[in-house]
């Protein structure tokens, strides 16, 4: 965990079948590089709102934007990111030990999220300045 960076947190891109009656993305196998174990999605964010301000101990996760838009800011102890989703084919993936904050959700907005493990409470990182003493 010490050592990811922002620069770990990559573009995801879906392949996207094209339809006149509307378009197809999918995640299956090799598209995450990692096994699925969860999977949940962000919605109704009130305006102003923000979502995340946590890191992982070891779970990894991808982000998507299924509609509207959000920004994710991610931050890895020394330098920040910030990615603008919103395109539902397009997203970011996150390894273990990035913090991240996902904030200026549009009106009815979905942020979908598919992570490598289940819901465990001992592996977030609910601290920023404790986040930080980790990666050091």
Not at 6 to 11: A, L, Q, R, S
Not at 21 to 43: D, H, Q, T
Not at 72 to 83: A, F
Request: overall charge neutral; charged content about 30%.
């Amino acid at each position: 965990m010490k050592n990811t960076r922002v620069e770990d947190c990559i573009e995801i891109v879906l392949p996207k079948i094209e339809d006149p009656r509307g378009n197809l993305s999918v995640i299956e196998k090799n598209i995450v590089p990692f096994a699925i174990k969860r999977v949940y999605f962000l919605y109704d964010v009130p305006s102003g709102a923000e979502r995340g301000g946590h890191a992982h101990k070891q779970q990894k996760s991808a982000l998507f934007a299924l509609s509207g838009s959000f920004e994710v800011t991610l931050d890895d102890g020394e330098k920040k990111k910030t990615v603008h989703l919103n395109r539902p084919d397009i997203g970011v993936l996150l390894p273990q030990g990035i913090w991240r904050e996902i904030k200026k959700f549009s009106s009815g907005s979905v942020c979908l999220v598919v992570t490598s493990d289940e819901f465990s409470e001992e592996d977030y990182i609910r601290d920023f300045e404790k986040f930080k003493l980790s990666k050091k």
